[in-house]
């Protein structure tokens, strides 16, 4: 069976919600993606220090070695979604360990000349390496590698409840320690909403962004080895239209220039348009409008949740002056 064995989680604050699958459910999900990419990291395999031995040599006789992946110690073999790599432990001239054998989907078997190798075998973005030494007598061991693994699947809702379209919305996962340099390690970029993440077990940082603008939400998820884990984002912000108008609920005026200002402020936002639409964190801001040679502005506040134009009127001019 290939699944994850599901179970339900504890939810983060105000911010941050989980929902566990049931097991029929998961499996559908967890089997209908694929890997997300074929360059994820793989365990620094030269960081092990290869058993002195003798080389692989055309005149051994091939070996039979079976080869399985387990989520966790006590799941059951996994039967796809797995890319396994058998490398050599000397290094070639090019300072890497040389591809020997690969595989791809569930358990594997390699024919083997004995001696020492390195499995590595990936799931998503996780991954676990062993060590192998092939005997010159008698049958091999079959190879059982436990990646203590899981899985998150990440979305996002406006205020309570307020569906944020996909295409509006990214996610970046980063490892939960801070570097040296204050920064964090960036395991996975632009990931998109509804897709499963697979992780080894541990705490990432996840970062998630509505629009463009100013709307980040940042929170800590817990991977459980053999869980899936929905969780849902609450982005306290929303969708705002900009209009330049002669009268309430009249038509935006076309080559109209639009900054907007935080409350602090500075400016978060620039455009050119007749009507812009931007996203927005929720606040208080002012939009400044420059048509012509005239300047208008208003103030307004933005709601989490709530969608809504903003009509800056025409009629009253805030400040007037020439725009070179």
Known sequence: MSSLSFAARAGFAITLFFTACSPLLAEDAFQSFRQLDSTSKMPK????????GVLPSAESALKDVAMEARLTPEGEAMQEGLSWRVFSPIPGVDGKLPLVASSEGGSASFQLVP??????????RAGATKKLQVPYTGTADKQVLVLDAGGILLNAVSGSDVRIPPKELSFSVYSAEVREDGERGLVMADVAPNTVI????????VVSEYGDVNAAIRADIQVEAGKLTEATIQHRAAKITLKL???????????????????????????VSAFPTMVLAEGQYTAVARNKDKIYQRDFTVEAGRNTDVEVLLAEPKVAESVE
């Open 45 to 52: 395999l030269n960081a092990f220090s290869a058993t002195p």
């Open 115 to 124: 001696g020492d190798y390195f499995v590595n075998v990936a799931f998503g």
């Open 198 to 205: 697979r992780l080894n077990a541990g705490t990432y940082h």
């Open 245 to 271: 108008v002669a009268d309430e609920g009249g038509e935006a005026i076309a080559d109209t220039a639009w900054s907007i200002l935080a409350s602090s402020g500075d400016i978060v936002a620039e455009s």
